[in-house]
C-alpha cells in the first residue's frame, strides 16, 4: 500500500511557476507508475500527466504539454510536477496518484494523495 501527500501548491500569477511534490510512504514506491490529475468544482477529475515507474514513460495531457514537466525520485519517494507558464485556465486541486501501470485513465490509479490547491491570478 502507498500513502501520497502532496504540496507545492500556492498562489502564483499568470504567467508564474510552481513546482508540485507528492511523497510516498511505502517501500515499494518504485514499482508504481505516478499521475497527476486535477479538479474543479462540479467538474470531474482529469489527466494532467503521467510517468512510468522508471521514469522511461511520460505522458501529458495536450493543455499542458511544453509547460509542465512530470519527474520522480525514487530514491526520495516523490514524485513532482514543475509548472511553467501558468494559465487562468489551471487553477484546480492538484493530485498524484499512484497505479500498477502508467496510464491516463484515473480509474486505474488505486492510491490517491489528498490534494493541492493551485490558484492563478490574473
Known amino acids: 500500500q502507498v500513502q501520497l501527500v502532496e504540496s507545492g501548491g500556492g498562489l502564483v500569477q499568470t504567467g508564474g511557476s510552481l513546482r508540485l511534490s507528492c511523497a510516498a510512504t511505502?517501500?515499494?514506491?518504485?514499482?508504481?507508475?505516478m499521475g497527476w490529475f486535477c479538479q474543479v468544482p462540479g467538474k470531474e477529475r482529469t489527466f494532467v500527466a503521467a510517468i512510468s515507474s522508471r521514469s522511461t514513460r511520460t505522458y501529458y495531457a495536450d493543455s499542458v504539454k511544453g509547460r509542465f514537466t512530470i519527474s520522480r525520485d525514487n530514491a526520495k519517494n516523490t514524485v513532482y510536477l514543475q509548472m511553467h507558464s501558468l494559465k487562468p485556465v489551471d487553477p484546480a486541486v492538484y493530485y498524484c496518484?499512484?497505479?500498477?501501470?502508467?496510464?491516463?485513465?484515473?480509474?486505474?490509479?488505486?492510491?490517491w494523495g489528498q490534494g493541492t490547491q493551485v490558484t492563478v491570478s490574473s
Open positions: 511505502g517501500r515499494t514506491f518504485s514499482s508504481y507508475a
Open positions: 496518484a499512484a497505479s500498477q501501470s502508467v496510464s491516463m485513465a484515473t480509474s486505474l490509479y488505486h492510491y
